[in-house]
């Protein structure tokens, strides 16, 4: 008997429309945060690779197996590897790393590589990418340009991040071309030092509303 495939991971998160990012300090932090993440209705989550404890995090995060857990601030390959050999289902770049994207190609494994222009966008394409972050969003023109970006790129999916709060979500998720919207907004570093987890508990569940309803 052969046990069902698992979906794949960029198929689950255009389900569930919202990634969390999270930038964790204390690995003791992870077990509170995915118990957050689980009763706000979102399991899945992005763990930067920014702080010496993420590969911990992320290990702690990926082991559980009831949330999908990716890496984020993938600069290297280096940094790619580790992330996948820490549990990593998918990763996630905040540029377009020629090095990285071949690696990720030639290893089947998922990445959202961070893309501003056209041009970045098809370099991405160029290495089997299937969906590219728009990093950093509302800098750089916020939904606006991802719907000026939907007629002559018809077929690209963008995860948009930075600068985007509960308020600015819904114009994003409106969008057809946006897969999910990222953010550090979910689980701020004040609220996780702060132990402020029924805060990001509610936050999540605020969201997942608002992605219900668009
Ligand atoms: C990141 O990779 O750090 C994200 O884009 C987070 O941006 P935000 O904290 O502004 O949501």
Redesign the pocket.
């Known amino acids: 008997m052969t046990s069902a495939k698992p979906p794949h991971p960029l198929d689950e998160l255009a389900k569930l429309r919202l990634l969390p990012?999270l930038?964790v300090e204390n690995p003791a932090h992870i077990a509170p945060l995915a118990q957050a993440l689980i009763a706000g209705g979102l399991p899945c989550a992005e763990v930067?690779l920014r702080t010496t404890a993420a590969l911990e995090a992320l290990k702690a995060l990926a082991a559980r197996g009831d949330i999908l857990a990716g890496a984020?601030?993938i600069r290297t390959v280096a940094q790619a590897k580790a992330a996948v050999l820490a549990g990593a289902r998918f990763l996630?770049s905040?540029a377009c790393v020629p090095d990285v994207l071949a690696w990720c190609r030639d290893n089947a494994v998922p990445i959202t590589p961070g893309c501003v222009t056209p041009s970045e966008v098809e370099l991405a394409l160029s290495y089997g990418v299937k969906a590219v972050?728009f990093?950093?969003a509302?800098n750089f023109g916020g939904a606006a340009t991802l719907k000026a970006y939907a007629g002559p790129l018809p077929d690209v999916k963008f995860i948009p991040?930075?600068?985007?709060s509960l308020k600015t979500l819904p114009e994003y998720l409106a969008l057809k071309n946006v897969l999910a919207v990222?953010?550090?907004?979910f689980a701020s570093k004040d609220d996780l030092a702060a132990g402020r987890f029924p805060e990001i508990e509610q936050r999540v569940r605020d969201a997942v509303i608002i992605a219900k309803q668009l």
Do not use: H, L
Not at 161 to 164: A, C, F, L, S
């Open positions: 990012i930038t930067t984020g601030t996630v905040p972050k990093f950093p509302s991040t930075g600068g985007i990222g953010g550090g907004w």
